[in-house]
């Protein structure tokens, strides 16, 4: 079992930057892949970025390159998503996710076997 606790969403101008955190617990982070996803209201869950357990490589939807950037800390077993040049668009729900195995399929949701609760991002313009 892996629990996962999101925390750093809030209320932002656009253009400003937030950090979001997601904490793991039960087993070691350095054991899977990790991953951030997003729910907007009346949209469905998509992809935002992931991170793999070993290299650490990353992979980022084309809608946050070069504008998010995630990372991991094993030692803290913490995973974290730097938000910059927020947008409106950005407003959503934020729920970051385990995925162990293959590194084919991080951007698809069924990859994940453990998700947190979410965090809220609203971007205000």
């Known amino acids: 079992q892996v629990q996962l606790v999101e925390s750093g969403g809030g209320l932002v101008q656009a253009g400003g930057s937030l950090r979001l955190s997601c904490a793991a617990s039960g087993r070691p982070a350095s054991n899977y892949h990790m991953g951030w996803f997003r729910q907007a209201p009346g949209k469905e869950r998509e992809f935002v970025a992931a991170?793999?357990?070993?290299?650490?490589?990353?992979l980022n939807a084309d809608s946050v390159k070069g504008r998010f950037t995630i990372s991991r800390d094993n030692a803290l077993n913490t995973m974290y998503l730097q938000m910059n040049s927020l947008k409106p668009e950005d407003t959503a729900d934020y729920y970051c996710a385990a995925a162990f195995g293959s590194t084919a399929y991080l951007s698809r949701q069924f990859a994940y076997t453990y998700w947190g609760q979410g965090t809220h991002v609203t971007v205000s313009s």
């Open positions: 991170i793999t357990s070993g290299s650490g490589r990353t």
